[in-house]
């Protein structure tokens, strides 16, 4: 009888044990991200750090700066974190958020019903209207429509990339803006399509006398928003700061430091 009442103690014992090991688990997951970020002091951002003025290297010190990584930067120090930067480039970053290498990206990521699904979204920050640009002497690109079976260059992964696709262009892969809009100077594509403020930050800065904004797509304008994994409750800790920025002109005066006026949400 004693040995029986043992074993049913030590079977009880196991089975909480493994209800322990299960909770830890949980614990370790996506669920807690929020307290998890809190608890060790640092929240993890991927970003390229080559995509002017969002996320880019100052020409004098070196240091990381840009639109995005202001916003982030003030949003971890609400949080009461310090915010980490990891470098990657466009294609890799996603893959980077969904291994949880970081916690969340801030590169001008637009908001797309595609990225709804697989993502959860901070409220929005900024907006966003996309360009086609080429070559000055290029006179047949005036529309979207007009890619049909031109060759562009574009990240593949980009909501860009995805949008050259569907209307029929020829895509060469180049995530970087900067190398897209050089194949496009250069004769070697015809077009790319990218962010108007990161395409006019880019004249203003090389002085490109060869490029010209061909067109403005107004129906693609997104929303800009940080992503996080599904269910970290993270994206809600962020939207909190986001809201109390934009109340207290924090996004405005950012914004107005990078682009001249106000592109805040």
Same mark, same amino acid.
């Given at each position: 009888m004693k040995k029986l009442f043992t074993g049913i103690i030590l079977i009880v014992l196991?089975?909480?044990?493994?209800?322990c090991g299960q909770d830890n688990g949980s614990d370790a997951?996506?669920?807690?991200?929020?307290d998890q970020v809190r608890e060790r002091g640092v929240l993890k951002v991927g970003t390229e750090g080559t995509y002017a003025p969002?996320? &880019?290297?100052?020409?004098?010190?070196?240091?990381l700066v840009g639109f995005d990584v202001d916003v982030i930067r003030e949003a971890g120090k609400r949080m009461g974190v310090k915010v980490a930067f990891n470098e990657s480039n466009w294609d890799s970053l996603f893959a980077g958020l969904n291994a949880k290498r970081f916690d969340t990206i801030a590169n001008d990521v637009g908001v797309t019903p595609d990225r709804q699904k697989k993502y959860d979204f901070s409220r929005a920050y900024s907006t966003s209207q996309s360009v086609i640009v080429t070559r000055k002497d290029n006179h047949k690109i005036n529309a979207l429509k007009d890619l049909k079976g031109v060759k562009v260059a574009q990240g593949l992964s980009?909501? &860009?990339?995805?949008?050259?696709?569907?209307?029929?262009? /020829?895509i060469t892969g180049q995530d970087d803006l900067s190398k897209a809009l050089k194949l496009v100077s250069q004769g070697r594509v015809e077009a790319t399509v990218n962010d108007q403020g990161a395409v006019l930050q880019y004249f203003k800065t090389t002085g490109d006398k060869n490029l010209k904004?061909?067109? /403005?797509?107004?129906?693609?304008a997104a929303d800009i928003a940080f992503p996080v994994v599904k269910d970290s409750g993270l994206d809600k800790v962020l939207s909190e700061q986001l809201e109390a920025m934009k109340k207290d002109?924090?996004?405005?005066?950012?914004?107005?430091? &990078?682009?001249?006026k106000d592109i805040s949400k």
């Open positions: 196991a089975a909480a044990l493994a209800a997951g996506t669920g807690n991200l929020a969002y996320t &880019y290297h100052d020409s004098k010190s070196n240091k980009s909501n &860009y990339g995805e949008m050259t696709k569907k209307a029929g262009a /020829v904004i061909a067109a /403005v797509i107004p129906s693609n002109g924090t996004l405005k005066q950012i914004s107005e430091k &990078y682009f001249g």
